[in-house]
């Protein structure tokens, strides 16, 4: 808990996946091989904490490639789950996120429960930081581009879906940007 701001912070652990790692590189600057592997274990243990707690979020906001695949999961996989059965979800993509493809099994590792590999056709295989993007944009209500530098064939693909998609936002006018597409998307749902 943090006593002063009268929030509770969760933390998402595991010893083979982030213990004296950084985010997606060694201190060399190698890419993490696991690092498909370390997205899908951090989505699921977060939806699964959120289905213990028994919150019913009404927005779920992720923030780039490490929580891409929890659109999908949200609305493949947990959609009859009462913590998310009406929850909407929102994307930031940013610019930088990895170099390198994921593992060549990372679809197959991303099934679970009724997620089908024709669920995850949007994908182009290999892997990479663009598809992984795509996934998650394919199965969110709504995009931000959280960085001026984003691959613009991702927004281009974002906006081909027909969803809401905020451009880039200076730091002053973020908040008020993100509660208006937080209301549009809310407001389409009723």
């Known amino acids: 808990s943090i006593q002063a701001a009268r929030r509770q912070v969760y933390f998402i652990d595991n010893d083979d996946y982030f213990q004296h790692r950084l985010m997606t590189t060694d201190e060399e600057g190698n890419e993490y091989e696991d690092n498909g592997e370390r997205a899908i274990f ?8 959120v289905k213990k707690l028994r919150w019913c979020p009404d ?3 992720c923030h780039g490639w490490m929580s891409a695949v929890v659109p999908l999961y949200i609305k493949k996989a947990y959609q009859d789950e009462p913590s998310f059965r009406d929850s ?3 994307f ?5 996120g990895f170099k390198s493809n994921l593992a060549p099994n990372f679809k197959e ?3 679970f429960r009724d997620i089908t590999l024709d669920d995850l056709k949007m994908m182009e295989s290999p892997a990479n930081y663009d598809e992984l993007s795509k996934l998650a944009i ?3 209500d709504g995009v931000i581009q959280n960085s001026e530098n984003v691959n613009a064939d991702i927004i281009d693909y974002a906006n081909k879906l027909n969803i809401p998609v905020t451009g880039f936002q200076t730091e002053d006018a973020y908040a008020d940007a993100c509660k ?4 549009k998307i809310l407001g389409d749902a009723e």
């Open 42 to 49: 951090y989505a699921r243990g977060v939806l699964e904490t």
């Open 59 to 61: 927005i779920i906001h």
């Open 88 to 90: 909407k979800v929102v």
């Open 92 to 96: 930031s993509v940013y610019g930088e």
């Open 109 to 111: 590792q991303v099934l």
């Open 138 to 140: 394919s199965y969110s």
């Open 180 to 183: 208006d597409l937080y209301n």
